[in-house]
């Protein structure tokens, strides 16, 4: 583990993070971090996440909710809507990204880059800090004992899910 000097203090490079700062407030940050570096107190770390956030994740959507979702025009939307569709056909059944992407005709990239985009759009548009993503995400390893992530939903929210697209939700095809 190596160590880096800064001002009077050492962090490891694991206490270190990338921050996006506009190119004409960098000195700016830099006089503000050597001003905290002369400061003789700790730096605390972030806590760590509790249960209960990790418990929120993977509960039932709402219909309400759910119909917000599949109305909206993105193309994430219509990938994860596409997602949702299949994991809804298998409730409870775990598929791996590679699967997904077979099954709808698309790229691996493309189903993990919606998933990415996935995460964005609930956290600005939805509840996430309630509900988390209208989907299960596991990992796991496969027969081939290679490393995998898998998605599911529940029979509840695939029985919700089936529910707004039979009344109007975003069809796809």
């Not at 503000?32 to 001003?35: A, G, Y």
């Not at 002369?38 to 107190?41: A, G, L, S, T, V």
């Not at 993990?112 to 548009?125: D, E, F, N, P």
């Not at 990992?139 to 898998?150: F, I, L, Q």
């Given at each position: 583990?190596?160590?880096?000097?800064?001002?009077?203090?050492?962090?490891?490079?694991?206490?270190?993070?990338?921050?996006?700062?506009p190119?004409?407030?960098?000195?700016?940050?830099?006089r503000?971090?050597?001003?905290l570096d002369?400061?003789?107190?700790p730096?605390?770390?972030?806590?760590?996440?509790?249960?209960t956030?990790?418990?929120r994740?993977?509960?039932?959507?709402?219909?309400?909710?759910l119909?917000r979702?599949a109305?909206?025009?993105?193309?994430?939307?219509r990938?994860?809507?596409?997602?949702?569709?299949?994991l809804?056909?298998?409730p409870g059944?775990?598929?791996p990204?590679?699967?997904?992407?077979?099954?709808?005709?698309s790229?691996v990239d493309?189903v993990?880059?919606?998933?990415?985009?996935?995460?964005?759009?609930?956290?600005?548009?939805h509840?996430?800090?309630?509900?988390?993503?209208?989907?299960?995400?596991t990992?796991?390893?496969?027969?081939?004992?290679?490393?995998?992530?898998?998605y599911?939903?529940?029979?509840?929210?695939?029985?919700?899910?089936?529910?707004?697209?039979r009344?109007?939700?975003?069809?796809?095809?």
């Open positions: 583990m190596s160590r880096r000097h800064i001002g009077q203090g050492t962090a490891t490079a694991e206490e270190f993070v990338h921050l996006a700062v190119a004409e407030y960098v000195d700016h940050i830099a503000l971090i050597e001003d002369r400061r003789p107190r730096i605390p770390r972030p806590a760590p996440r509790s249960q956030a990790r418990a994740h993977g509960r039932e959507w709402p219909v309400a909710e119909r979702f109305n909206g025009r993105s193309r994430t939307h990938t994860v809507t596409a997602i949702l569709d299949l809804s056909e298998r059944h775990r598929l990204v590679g699967d997904i992407a077979a099954e709808l005709g790229s493309k993990i880059g919606a998933m990415g985009g996935l995460t964005r759009i609930v956290k600005s548009h509840d996430y800090a309630t509900y988390g993503l209208p989907l299960q995400r990992s796991g390893t496969r027969p081939d004992r290679s490393a995998a992530v898998y599911s939903v529940t029979p509840e929210q695939a029985r919700r899910w089936l529910r707004v697209r009344n109007g939700g975003n069809r796809i095809g």
